[in-house]
């Protein structure tokens, strides 16, 4: 299966979901989401996931649901959103045996407006933040950190503001690259309006460049989880 650009016909229908946020509609029309928007997925995540061994030979790509691709369904138990069809389509490749959402990853989503593309880990459960916190006791580690999301900044990427206030107890409030110790997450992202390339076959090039790009970063998150 090739990838020739994402559907219009798609976007089209995210537009009316949002709509007719009901799992009674969407199986009414689950032929339209099969078509539009499931089938191109599989394709791009089967060609990403070859394309992305150029970067990561051990790159895990799965083209079913809950493994690269991500339920439609909402689980609105452990969400304030109570609609039960997302409104966003979401997209991962990932390195490691853990958990695929607590693994270093290559990861993207869309929705009828935009799209995002990012690397690293959107947010540490409570043993991955400590094993974060415990990496980065090491300056050295700090500051590598430090040096890629500058470099990332520096080229227009946009890394997430850190969530907490206070300096873990554990750290000196002097030392160095210590901002690094108020996240709960590292990654970075670039956003997009939604266009004319979003449905062409060169998205796959687009993408891959942005993933490429974001590579040390990918690396360092990983390397950090095999401390675990």
């Known amino acids: 299966m090739q990838f020739n650009g994402f559907k219009k016909e798609g976007i089209e229908f995210l537009e009316i979901l949002s709509k007719n946020n009901s799992k009674e509609w969407f199986e009414l029309h689950r032929h339209i989401w099969q078509e539009t928007i499931h089938k191109p997925n599989i394709s791009f995540i089967q060609d990403m996931g070859e394309t992305l061994q150029i970067l990561v030979p051990n790159i895990k790509s799965n083209p079913k649901v809950s493994g690269s691709l991500f339920k439609i369904y909402r689980d609105v138990r452990f969400s304030k959103d109570k609609t039960p069809m997302k409104s966003k389509i979401g997209l991962l490749f990932w390195q490691g045996s853990g958990h695929r959402m607590q693994s270093s990853s290559f990861y993207m989503h869309y929705t009828k407006d935009e799209y995002f593309i990012a690397s690293g880990i959107r947010g540490f459960k409570p043993p991955l933040l400590k094993v974060y916190r415990e990496y980065i006791k090491d300056e050295r580690k700090r500051k590598e950190l430090h040096c890629i999301l500058e470099d990332l900044k520096s080229k227009g990427y946009l890394i997430p503001e850190p ?42 090039d687009k993408a891959f460049k942005i993933y490429d790009d974001m590579k040390e970063l990918q690396s360092w998150v990983y390397e950090m989880t095999l401390t675990i």
Do not use: C, H, Q, S
Not at 163 to 168: F, G, L, W
Not at 175 to 187: A, Q, S, V
């Open 163 to 204: 969530k907490y206030k206070r300096v873990p107890k554990i750290f000196d409030k002097d030392e160095n690259y210590i901002y690094l110790t108020k996240y709960d997450t590292m990654f970075a992202y670039k956003e997009f309006k939604i266009d004319n390339i979003f449905f062409e076959e060169v998205f796959l």
